[in-house]
C-alpha cells in the first residue's frame, strides 16, 4: 500500500504516466538529451526527466468534471512544447523551489536578478 500522498494522487498510469508516456518521453530525451536547466557547452549534463514546464493539472481537471477543462489538460499534457529536459536535481530541487516560490532564481553576470518582479528590476 502507498502512503497518503500516493493514494491522493493516484497512480501514475492514471495521471497520465503509462506506457504511452514512457515512449514519448523516451523520443524526447532521445533527440533532446541535455538538461535545459543546468546544461552548458562546457558542462553537459543529461537529461533523465521530462518536465511539464506548465502543470496540466490533470487530477484537478478530472475531479471537476468539466469535459472541456480535461480536454484542455490533456492537450497541455501532450503538448512536446510544454515539455522540457531536466536532469533529476533540477527538476527534483531548482525547478519545484521555482514553482513553490514563484520566482526565478540567480542573477545576470551585472549581478541584476534574473526573475523580472524583482524589485531591483522594477
Not at 80 to 89: D, I, Q, R, S, T
Not at 113 to 122: A, I, K
Request: with cysteine.
Amino acid at each position: 500500500m502507498g502512503t497518503v500522498s500516493d493514494v491522493r494522487r493516484g497512480s501514475s498510469a492514471a495521471r497520465g504516466y503509462g506506457y504511452r508516456w514512457q515512449k514519448a518521453r523516451d523520443g524526447y530525451l532521445s533527440q533532446y538529451p541535455y538538461c535545459s536547466m543546468c546544461s552548458t557547452d562546457r558542462r553537459p549534463v543529461a537529461a533523465t526527466v521530462v518536465d511539464h514546464k506548465t502543470a496540466p493539472k490533470l487530477k484537478d481537471a478530472k475531479d471537476s468534471g468539466d469535459p472541456a477543462r480535461i480536454k484542455a489538460a490533456w492537450k497541455l499534457f501532450w503538448d512536446p512544447c510544454n515539455w522540457a529536459g531536466l536532469c533529476k536535481f533540477c527538476h527534483d530541487s531548482t525547478k519545484q523551489r521555482i514553482e513553490k516560490s514563484g520566482r526565478l532564481p540567480g542573477c545576470t553576470a551585472e549581478g541584476l536578478p534574473l526573475d523580472p518582479g524583482h524589485h531591483w528590476n522594477r
